[in-house]
């Protein structure tokens, strides 16, 4: 069982910036973890990939994100990092991390990003 605590959610005014957290309960570097990522879901809309991170360190970016986003992680915190940039209103949406571990999908309960006119 891995747990996931997101973080770091709140109000931001259009072209702002916000830096999103998610600590987990087991070492993120941890071979058996294929990957770490970043979703989101806006009112009454899909999650949707943002980004994502392999043990290895290889990212990848949905394009709406990409020049604007930066996943990173600190191994020693057991911490994956969202930093966002540049941020539009209709970014307004849940924030969620999570993990493909052992075949397991693991997600945190999500945090709040509000992005104001």
């Known amino acids: 069982q891995v747990q996931l605590v997101e973080s770091g959610g709140g109000t931001v005014q259009a072209g702002g910036s916000l830096r999103l957290s998610c600590t987990a309960s087991i070492p993120i570097n941890n071979f058996n973890t294929d990957f770490m990522a970043w979703y989101r879901q806006a009112p009454g809309k899909q999650r949707e990939l943002l980004a994502t991170?392999?043990?290895?360190?290889?990212?990848t970016y949905t394009d709406v994100v990409k020049g604007r986003f930066t996943i990173s992680r600190d191994d020693s915190k057991r911490t994956l990092y969202l930093d966002m940039k540049a941020l539009r209103p209709e970014e307004t949406a849940d924030y969620y991390c999570?993990?493909?571990?052992?075949?397991?999908?693991?997600w945190g309960q999500g945090t709040q990003v509000t992005v104001s006119l």
């Open positions: 991170m392999t043990v290895r360190g290889h990212t």
């Open positions: 999570n993990t493909h571990h052992s075949g397991t999908d693991y």
